[in-house]
């Protein structure tokens, strides 16, 4: 055989061969979402709902190179591990893993689980959900420690509407901000974005400690009713390869002003904005002292005595109210943080009942 021939012949068969391998290789996940339930025991039901919720918005959108992953505490010593998968019109659970006694509330095994939806469902970007009861930045068991004996969490008021520490009802099932800060750091993961389906999560200290590990927070700054998140409208606008923010707080705004308790409050954070807020912030307190005289005048977000949670923005007002282009300024900074939010008329809060939304 010829060297030309020989050239030709191999040359065809380099050809043959790469198209095969292009025909044959699969399609790349673009995105994973992962539905993370931590044991929350009086909110297991409302769970099971959310979950229900989202396939009927994976009927409707049809997952396209996207994948979705729930870990669910099935009580306090079991969860598991499922993929949902659209076959033939209909939602189905394939079980990936099944855990015991998941100490998911420290770094090691929270990075455990992370790497497990990582393993079964690599992308190339990732969001996460995370559905429990939230207490904003404050670590496990602080809360406690700086109000009286007497203190009750918000969930723990009975004979009122139920609403939703980022983790159960006692210390031994909460998170810290930092453990799953830490977590997610450590399993080399960088979200989309970050949806707590909790209370209070939508603070500027939480999306401070989460910036580097996800572009954008979709929170409440006070309480959330315990139906949580509407993902039967809300998940195809979640589930996109480009997500639609802002239309996925007016479908959280059009469920709410019509639910039965229609109290709801929605922000999305850009957390690539946040330094900027920052270093404003750092010469508003070089120029001004607060005056405790003036905590009054600060909407509380809120039940609680004395009050946790403040409206940032507020806060600021009543700081600086003399200045007006600091003022301006600091109006245009947190307009970029928070490109989106929606409330309703009033807010819920378990203490005091219902506060008017400012």
């Not at 918000?154 to 998170?175: C, D, I, M």
Request: with cysteine; hydrophobic share 35%.
């Amino acid at each position: 055989m010829g060297i030309k021939n020989l050239i030709t012949l191999l040359s065809f068969l380099f050809v043959l061969f790469s198209c095969e391998k292009e025909e044959f290789e699969p399609e790349i996940n673009q995105r994973t979402t992962f539905m993370y339930f931590p044991w929350s025991e009086d909110l297991i039901d409302y769970f099971y709902n959310n979950i229900s919720d989202m396939e009927y918005a994976i009927k409707e959108t049809s997952l396209k190179n996207e994948r979705v992953i729930v870990f669910l505490s099935t009580s306090s010593i079991k969860a598991q591990m499922f993929e949902i998968i659209l076959k033939n019109g209909n939602c189905i659970h394939s079980i990936l893993k099944e855990y015991e006694n998941p100490q998911f509330t420290i770094e090691p095994v929270l990075t455990d689980i992370l790497n497990d939806m990582k393993t079964f469902a690599p992308a190339k970007s990732y969001s996460m959900i995370i559905g429990c009861h939230g207490m904003g930045w404050l670590p496990v068991n602080g809360s406690k420690s700086r109000m009286l004996q007497d203190f009750r969490h918000h969930w723990e008021y009975k004979n009122v509407p139920q609403t939703r520490f980022f983790g159960g009802l006692s210390a031994e099932y909460q998170t810290d901000i930092k453990t799953l800060s830490n977590s997610i750091k450590n399993s080399g993961l960088s979200m989309e974005y970050i949806l707590f389906d909790d209370c209070y999560m939508s603070s500027l200290e939480t999306a401070y400690e989460l910036r580097h590990i996800t572009y954008y927070i979709i929170a409440c700054p006070t309480e959330i009713m315990a139906f949580g998140m509407p993902y039967s409208t809300m998940g195809k606008h979640l589930l996109s390869r480009e997500p639609n923010y802002k239309a996925a707080c007016d479908a959280f705004h059009q469920f709410y002003s019509t639910y039965q308790y229609p109290y709801g409050t929605l922000a999305v954070t850009n957390c690539s904005e946040l330094d900027n807020l920052a270093a404003l912030m750092k010469r508003i307190n070089q120029q001004y002292i607060f005056d405790n005289t003036q905590e009054g005048f600060v909407q509380p977000m809120d039940g609680y005595s004395p009050v946790i949670f403040y409206d940032y923005g507020d806060y600021v007002k009543v700081l600086c109210k003399n200045d007006s282009t600091l003022l301006l300024q600091f109006s245009e900074t947190l307009n970029k943080v928070v490109p989106y939010n929606n409330s309703s008329l009033k807010f819920e809060i378990k203490a005091k009942q219902f506060y008017a939304a400012s």
